[in-house]
């Protein structure tokens, strides 16, 4: 029999060459864009003292049911802890790379890359009369920036509707 290859798709292999730590930061601005606004949708639900959700299909008759059951059977009281701040919103460290093994090594590999990068911007400073060094001195400074605000991203994370165009 004839072995049918599947071709994967472009983004797929793109996802399977990138670090772990790369997918968790886009992952992390995916979640962000919709985390403020689900925090605090909650809270108003909670103040109106209204059901909070509607489950019509039958696969979620489980997590009904334990809603059910909570109150019923347990001492847990099911009120929301106080609202948070923005900044605790989005503290991506403390929620996330701080206890993710693979965020600490992509800091700790950025880290590196950032002090090979001031390596070539120092040296490149000493010989600025060539082409060469201009060029290597533009770009050190273009990948520190980017190297900045990756880090940036290991730390917080903060989505802003208004600012997605």
């Known amino acids: 029999a004839e072995k049918t290859t599947k071709k994967g798709s472009l983004i ?3 996802f399977k060459l990138s670090p772990v730590w790369m997918l968790h930061m886009l992952s992390n601005r995916f979640l962000d864009s919709d985390l403020a606004f689900l925090h605090y949708q909650e809270r108003e639900l909670e103040r109106q003292d209204r059901p909070t959700y509607y489950m019509p299909a ?6 009904a049911t334990l809603r059910k059951w909570i109150p019923k059977y ?4 099911e009120r929301l802890p106080p609202a948070l701040t923005r900044s605790e919103m989005f503290d991506r460290y403390t929620q996330h790379a701080a206890h993710c093994k693979h965020c600490q090594a992509g800091q700790k590999s950025l880290q590196k890359w950032r002090r090979r990068t001031y390596v070539a911007l120092t040296a490149s400073v ?8 201009k060029i290597s001195f ?3 400074l273009g990948l520190l920036r980017i190297f900045q605000k990756l880090g940036q991203n290991f730390r917080e994370g903060d989505f802003k509707h208004y600012e997605n165009h």
């Open 12 to 14: 797929g292999a793109v």
């Open 126 to 133: 000493f010989g600025f009369k060539f082409r060469l060094a």
């Open 74 to 77: 347990t001492d847990i009281v």
């Open 58 to 63: 039958p696969a979620d008759r489980c997590i």
């Open 138 to 140: 533009l770009l050190s």
